[in-house]
């Protein structure tokens, strides 16, 4: 199975920053890497696909890079509303595999 | 717009089983693929099997295998994932998904299944 691994496990950051998660995968996965934005018990939410591609409704703030092993979720002006749990998951083979979170936090 | 629909949670006993069902709308589910996913408490997401469209043979991961049954029904619309043999470790929220090629777009409300003796 194919290994995700995001840092960091833990941010804290205040309304308006710019913040930066990363996702590792343990092979190559070309594009294939989704994000999730998770709030407290409710399910997962995607964000976005196939590495950079903005799901449908979601705010522009939102966007995704990288490709081969490395991937970056990047929230460009945080709001209030984006204080969540993110998960990465790879796409590419079955099974699916997701990383095991970056809780991020009000500063 | 999909909507899947699952069951309440549940109270099951070390050594029994469990039986979770979607009810999907909004979807033509006979061509819909279909996966369970659950997340133990703090914990990540984990796949647990899922099936392409209801022709087809479901796939397992390789840790529930033997463990889990995935089936369908067509003329309702409903999905169920079957988890026998319960240990402690199986506490999670189970969660039916949607999407095209192991990309989850609509989830389902998720099932709280708890293990107590």
């Known amino acids: 199975d194919i290994q995700m691994t995001q840092s960091p496990s833990s941010l804290s950051a205040s309304i308006g920053d710019r913040v930066t998660i990363t996702c590792r995968a343990s092979?190559?996965?070309?594009?294939?890497l989704n994000w999730y934005q998770q709030k407290p018990g409710k399910a997962p939410n995607l964000l976005i696909y196939a590495a950079s591609s903005l799901q449908s409704g979601v705010p522009s703030r939102f966007s995704g890079s990288g490709s081969g092993t490395d991937f970056t979720l990047t929230i460009s002006s945080l709001q209030p509303e984006d204080f969540a749990t993110y998960f990465c998951?790879?796409?590419?083979?079955?099974?699916?595999?997701f990383g095991q979170g970056t809780n991020l936090e009000i500063k | 717009q999909v909507q899947l629909e699952q069951s309440g949670a549940e109270v099951k006993k070390p050594g029994s089983s469990v039986k979770v069902s979607c009810k999907a709308s909004g979807v033509t589910f006979s061509t819909s693929a279909l996966s369970w996913v659950r997340q133990a408490p703090g914990q990540g997401p984990e796949w647990m099997g899922g099936i392409a469209s209801t022709f087809t043979t479901p796939t397992y991961a390789q840790k529930f295998q033997g463990r889990v049954t995935i089936s369908a029904d067509e003329s309702t619309s409903i999905a169920y994932m079957d988890l026998s043999s319960l240990g402690f470790e199986d506490t999670a929220v189970y969660y039916c998904?949607?999407?095209?090629?192991?990309?989850?777009?609509?989830w389902g409300q998720g099932t709280l299944v708890t293990v107590s003796s």
């Open positions: 998951q790879q796409s590419y083979s079955t099974p699916p595999t």
């Open positions: 998904a949607t999407g095209a090629t192991r990309t989850f777009d609509s």
């Open positions: 092979q190559t996965i070309s594009y294939s």
